[in-house]
């Protein structure tokens, strides 16, 4: 919970997760997360890539230089988890039939 428990995490993951393109740059992460500040973002993404979940990718080619995040291994087996924890919550805790036949990495929810 020390890794996962914080405000933001979560989605993160799942962010990251999403979609065709695996790595995501700082500022789409920012325009998909409405409403998280920059700071707290900054602050998860470095706490992510020392827990080994999330690598950060540094393309000094540009100017200015293009950081973009991909999931690790380990961050895309976390998954798994969060997909038992929305089983389980669509057993136990709310009915939601849309949320049960989609695929959280096409999910727009």
């Known amino acids: ?47 992510l890539e020392s827990e080994g979940l999330v690598v950060k990718r540094v393309d000094n080619s540009t100017v200015p230089a293009r950081s973009e995040y991909f999931l690790t291994e380990s961050g ?6 969060i997909q038992g924890i929305k089983k389980w919550g669509s057993k136990w805790k709310f009915n939601n039939s849309e949320c049960d036949r989609s695929v959280c990495k096409y999910c727009d929810l």
Do not use: C, Q
């Not at 895309?76 to 988890?81: A, L, R, W």
């Open 76 to 81: 895309e087996d976390f998954i798994e988890v």
């Open 1 to 47: 919970m020390n890794i996962v428990g914080k405000r933001w995490t979560i989605h993160i993951l799942l962010e990251l997760y999403k979609g065709e393109k695996k790595e995501k740059g700082f500022n789409e992460l920012k325009r998909k997360l409405s409403g998280v500040t920059p700071r707290i973002l900054s602050a998860r993404m470095v706490e």
